[in-house]
């Protein structure tokens, strides 16, 4: 594959297999492949999905590394768009 693509990262807090196989493929996608992720989690917080402070370091050094970071601090666009539907 050339492209990974992560989407809500976070949402469910992975099991200690899972967050290792999880290290594993993007280990294994590190410097080779592309890798997209999407999440609400700031970094502190990923500790909870993997559920390791020294696995959930290895992963976010190894993301980072040759990263671009792309943040949005708006608000969610599912929340603005049931808001317009709401009568006034």
Not at 7 to 32: M, N, R, T, W
Request: glycine share 4%; charged share 20%; hydrophobic share 45%.
């Amino acid at each position: 594959l050339d492209l990974l693509i992560l989407d809500e990262l976070g949402y469910i807090p992975l099991h200690k297999q899972g967050a290792e196989l999880l290290f594993q493929v993007i280990s294994l996608c590190y410097e080779k492949r592309s890798i997209i992720i999407t999440t609400n989690l700031q970094f502190g917080e990923w500790n909870h999905v993997f559920g390791d402070p020294i696995l959930t370091e290895a992963v976010v050094d190894r993301l980072i590394h040759h990263s671009h970071l792309v943040l949005f601090n708006d608000d969610s666009h599912r929340l603005k768009e049931s808001m317009a539907f709401q009568p006034m």
